[in-house]
């Protein structure tokens, strides 16, 4: 059965894609595949391979539309959606029947398209015949652990999520059968099972870890459903919960800790991807020495939950945190009378819970630190970019003037040196160099550590040596042996402060309230002084004491919450003072 479009949005000369989706599905479908594969999900296994196609190859192919179209109507030159639509529907028909009749000529002047196109298909077929394989091995096993025992049936839908790609063009694939729903995995899933062992030894009564199966270099591992919990009790229970969690993650010296990597199951929060559950220290290059004070405030800073993405961070037009995210409702975070609730409207049981958590992980620090000994040689993610710039790069690689040659493809990922070169640090251009190969063949850079190694890996090779100035592991050993009631004390601090200045939209429509003008009044020198004296208390009352007493305060910079500088003369602080 070949998959069609039925899609009034998509413009008809998309379809010439079909002709490689075509191709993957005499590959995958000519002989009986390994497991039962209804015609349904055969159809979304396609669909997905041409949304894959198409977010590819829209750009070049909309360009020589508008470039048809601006024959007979200039302003298309300008912006195609000027053009009425009946005009570009003819000019899309005629589009695809050029490129049919003529042997794609039109997109001959971009080889490096259908390079692309060609590569992309190859990486997309040979991942969905792993996967079969790998489903058809491991079917007892995941009977047993994810169905109840009862066998699946057929596969009816498959699903990728918005998973970025890595390691030529795989990406995390969500199946649906007869029998139940399970998540392929296509990477190393150590990590996952030794989490769970983690959490079922010492933390099963605030927090799940889904079930997995380990493969060699795969896993396969338990879809989680969102339940959301209704009951104000139950809501304050799973802050509380996520509190004594955040204690762990803090230990334990987790990173990339964003929304879309929790679920709500009733008054717990999971976690559902692990690959950055551990993460090594950063070494530190390319700046200037730092004073005693700003160094003594920044390890303190660094050994916090601030590196985790736990905190407030308001970037856009959302919170990326899991604890502020109102975008997952009924996901993330809880939801009362249709309202999503986030940690700030229950700050205090986020904070008992917290404490509870990182006096729990005190009292077990001997056997957290012997735990995280079995995490040895365990594949850790190490995320040395935001996956949005990444994005961007993609993006400017997949234009017109970009597809005409590989010098024009390398003069746009050769901006991936200008860091490191500016940082005089040209000993890192190797990340640079792995950076581009994954981009030029699709993927998003995937780099990874050891949890036991201070080296950067990428594909199987070690991309820099000691990159890291301490593992995963030695990181977490810190971390354990750092927590006493002082680092309890400015975890609190930082929590509560952080919360105080996040930023909260208003809904949609709703307009803020002004204070009323007051009169102005002139003071006298007391008054001055008690007011200059009021201020100076409330700015004091925001600073940060690290454990060894240096200062810092928490700033909205830019939508973002933010740890100042512990310098009086920096920013919003300093400023106050001055005036005070």
Same mark, same amino acid.
């Given at each position: 059965?070949?998959?069609?479009?039925?899609d009034?949005?998509?413009?008809?000369?998309?379809?010439?894609?079909?002709r490689w989706?075509?191709?993957?599905?005499?590959?995958?479908w000519?002989?009986l595949?390994p497991?039962?594969?209804a015609?349904?999900a055969?159809?979304?296994?396609s669909?997905l391979?041409?949304?894959?196609?198409?977010?590819?190859?829209s750009?070049?192919?909309n360009a020589?539309?508008?470039e048809?179209?601006?024959?007979?109507n200039?302003?298309?030159?300008l912006?195609?959606?000027?053009?009425p639509?009946s005009?570009r529907?003819v000019a899309?028909?005629?589009?695809?029947e050029?490129?049919e009749?003529?042997?794609l000529?039109?997109?001959?002047?971009?080889?490096?398209?259908l390079?692309?196109?060609?590569r992309s298909?190859?990486?997309?077929?040979d991942?969905?015949?792993?996967m079969?394989?790998?489903i058809?091995k491991?079917?007892?096993?995941?009977?047993?652990s994810?169905l109840?025992?009862?066998?699946?049936?057929?596969?009816?839908d498959?699903s990728?999520?918005?998973?970025?790609l890595?390691e030529?063009?795989r990406?995390t694939?969500?199946?649906?059968t007869?029998?139940?729903?399970?998540?392929y995995?296509?990477?190393?899933?150590q990590?996952d099972a030794?989490y769970?062992?983690l959490v079922?030894?010492?933390?099963s009564?605030?927090?799940?870890?889904?079930?997995c199966?380990?493969?060699e270099g795969y896993g396969?591992?338990?879809?989680?459903?969102?339940?959301?919990?209704?009951?104000p009790?139950?809501?304050r229970?799973y802050?509380?919960n996520f509190?004594?969690?955040s204690?762990?993650?803090?230990?334990l010296?987790?990173?990339d800790l964003?929304?879309?990597?929790f679920?709500?199951?009733?008054?717990r929060?999971v976690l559902?991807?692990?690959?950055?559950?551990l %993460?090594?220290?950063?070494?530190?290059?390319?700046?200037a020495?730092?004073s005693?004070? !700003?160094c003594r405030? #920044? @390890? $303190?800073h660094n050994?916090?939950?601030a590196?985790s993405?736990?905190?407030?961070n308001?970037?856009g037009?959302?919170?990326?945190?899991?604890?502020?995210?109102?975008?997952?409702?009924?996901?993330?975070?809880p939801?009362?009378?249709?309202?999503v609730?986030?940690?700030?409207?229950?700050?205090k049981?986020f904070l008992?819970?917290?404490?509870?958590g990182?006096?729990?992980?005190m009292?077990?620090r001997r056997?957290?630190?012997?735990?995280m000994q079995?995490?040895c040689?365990?594949?850790?993610r190490r995320?040395?970019r935001?996956?949005?710039?990444?994005?961007?790069?993609?993006r400017?690689l997949?234009t017109?003037?970009?597809?005409?040659?590989?010098?024009a493809?390398k003069?746009i %990922?050769?901006r991936?040196?200008?860091?490191?070169r500016q940082?005089?640090?040209n000993? !890192?251009l190797?990340? #640079? @160099? $792995?950076?581009?190969a994954s981009l030029?063949r699709g993927d998003?850079?995937?780099?990874y550590s050891?949890?036991?190694?201070?080296d950067?890996?990428?594909?199987?090779?070690?991309?820099?040596?000691?990159?890291f100035?301490?593992?995963?592991?030695?990181?977490?050993r810190i971390?354990?042996?750092?927590m006493?009631?002082?680092?309890?004390?400015?975890e609190k601090?930082?929590l509560i402060?952080?919360?105080?200045?996040a930023?909260?939209?208003l809904?949609?429509?709703s307009?803020?309230?002004?204070?009323?003008t007051?009169?102005?009044?002139?003071?006298?020198q007391g008054?001055?002084?008690?007011?200059?004296e009021?201020?100076?208390k409330r700015?004091?009352?925001?600073?940060?004491?690290?454990p060894?007493?240096?200062?810092?305060?928490?700033a909205n910079?830019?939508?973002?919450?933010?740890?100042?500088?512990p @310098?009086?003369m920096?920013?919003?602080?300093?400023?106050?003072v001055?005036?005070?």
């Open positions: 059965m070949y998959f069609d479009i039925i009034p949005v998509l413009p008809r000369h998309s379809q010439v894609l079909l989706v075509r191709r993957a599905e005499n590959i995958l000519k002989t595949p497991v039962p594969v015609a349904s055969r159809q979304k296994i669909r391979l041409f949304e894959r196609l198409n977010d590819i190859a750009p070049a192919l020589l539309l508008a048809r179209l601006s024959h007979t200039p302003i298309a030159a912006n195609i959606q000027l053009v639509q005009d529907d899309s028909s005629a589009l695809l050029e490129l009749n003529s042997d000529a039109p997109l001959k002047t971009m080889p490096i398209l390079e692309r196109l060609d298909t190859d990486q997309f077929t991942m969905i015949q792993d079969l394989e790998r058809a491991n079917r007892v096993d995941i009977v047993k994810f109840s025992g009862e066998d699946f049936g057929e596969i009816t498959a990728c999520d918005g998973s970025d890595h030529n063009g990406c694939v969500i199946l649906t007869q029998g139940g729903k399970f998540l995995k296509p990477h190393d899933c990590t030794l769970a062992q079922d030894r010492f933390f009564d605030i927090t799940y870890a889904p079930r199966i380990i493969g396969f591992c338990e879809f989680i459903c969102a339940s959301s919990a209704i009951q009790e139950d809501i229970q802050f509380h509190g004594s969690l204690a762990l993650f803090q230990a010296g987790s990173s964003h929304a879309e990597n679920l709500t199951v009733g008054s929060p559902i991807d692990l690959e950055t559950i %993460t090594p220290s950063p070494r530190v290059f390319g700046e020495p730092l005693d004070k !700003l405030f #920044t @390890d $303190a050994h916090s939950l590196p993405s736990l905190l407030p308001f970037t037009d959302r919170d990326l945190s899991p604890l502020m995210n109102r975008d997952q409702a009924g996901r993330g975070l939801v009362l009378d249709g309202v609730q986030t940690a700030q409207d229950y700050l049981d008992s819970g917290f404490e509870a990182y006096r729990r992980c009292a077990l056997e957290l630190e012997e735990a079995t995490f040689n365990i594949r850790i995320l040395l935001h996956t949005s710039y990444y994005g961007s790069l993609q400017n997949l017109v003037s970009a597809l005409a040659s590989m010098d493809q003069t %990922t050769g991936l040196k200008t860091y490191f940082a005089n640090a000993y !890192l190797p990340v #640079t @160099d $792995a950076e581009e030029l998003i850079p995937y780099f050891l949890a036991d190694s201070c950067l890996f990428s594909s199987g090779h070690v991309a820099v040596k000691d990159y100035a301490s593992s995963g592991i030695e990181n977490a971390r354990l042996a750092r006493n009631e002082e680092e309890l004390r400015f601090e930082l402060s952080s919360f105080s200045v930023v909260v939209p809904p949609k429509g307009r803020r309230s002004l204070p009323p007051q009169k102005i009044t002139y003071l006298s008054q001055f002084y008690a007011e200059a009021k201020l100076m700015i004091c009352d925001h600073a940060l004491r690290t060894d007493g240096a200062i810092g305060w928490m910079l830019e939508g973002r919450t933010s740890i100042m500088r @310098d009086l920096q920013g919003t602080a300093g400023l106050g001055f005036l005070a």
